[in-house]
């Protein structure tokens, strides 16, 4: 399969434990993104990578998130001190370079997070 | 909070019968993209337009695109029961480092 995965698919966690969540683009995709998505809302955007480097992050992603793009191929989303707020739907898309015709987004299928 | 916003909520039609669902954002973008979602899938690229371009078409699929009005609607033809599932547009900025979602279209084709 070459398309994108992540693991774990599910977690659940207690509250005040970190999580970590994995991302494997699709491979010569240089540019990566994280969303969450909540029941009934859109992906919100959380950060992005090109290659290794994070140029964008959201003013929504507090200091207990964190991500890593290691030597521009897989990517890690880690929460720390997790609140129930947390819970959501993790996607990660990966997108090659901007060309004619290669702005859209590959998706995997999420990591979903339950707190309790 | 989101840039675009899809009208309506939700649409319930027959098997047979066009969807039509739109798509408002607010800033200047470099492409407008819709995106399908199935209950408990992942999200599917279906179609972009660019933001020079007025009108794309791709199998049941039409896109217009109205940048003086910041709008964009998405029209599904000849609807199935398969084409049942949440749709999004998503809008991106000149350097593709963010793209903002709205918060769907949920269509239920009935067969």
């Known amino acids: 399969d070459t398309g994108v995965s992540q693991d774990p698919r599910h977690k659940i966690t207690k509250r005040g434990q970190n999580v970590t969540f994995r991302c494997d683009p699709i491979s010569e995709h240089n540019r990566l993104y994280w969303y969450r998505q909540t029941l009934g809302q859109g992906p919100e955007f959380l950060t992005y990578f090109q290659n290794e480097a994070q140029l964008e992050k959201s003013r929504l992603l507090s200091d207990r998130f964190s991500a890593e793009r290691p030597k521009g191929s897989f990517s890690t989303l880690e929460i720390q001190r997790t609140e129930q707020g947390d819970s959501a739907m993790y996607l990660c898309a990966s997108s090659p370079s901007p060309g004619r015709d290669s702005y859209e987004q590959y998706f995997g299928p999420g990591t979903r997070l339950t707190v309790t | 909070s989101q840039q675009g916003e899809e009208d309506p909520q939700a649409l319930s039609i027959q098997e047979g019968e066009n969807a039509t669902m739109n798509c408002s954002y607010k800033t200047s973008i470099n492409n407008l993209q819709w995106y399908r979602q199935n209950s408990g899938r992942g999200l599917v690229h279906l179609i972009l337009i660019r933001s020079n371009e007025r009108e794309k078409h791709s199998g049941r699929l039409r896109v217009t695109l109205d940048t003086s009005k910041k709008s964009s609607s998405l029209l599904i033809t000849a609807s199935r029961a398969a084409d049942t599932a949440s749709y999004f547009c998503?809008?991106?900025?000149?350097?593709?480092?963010?793209?903002?979602f709205g918060s769907g279209t949920k269509l239920n084709v009935k067969p």
């Open positions: 998503a809008t991106a900025r000149y350097n593709f480092n963010k793209f903002y």
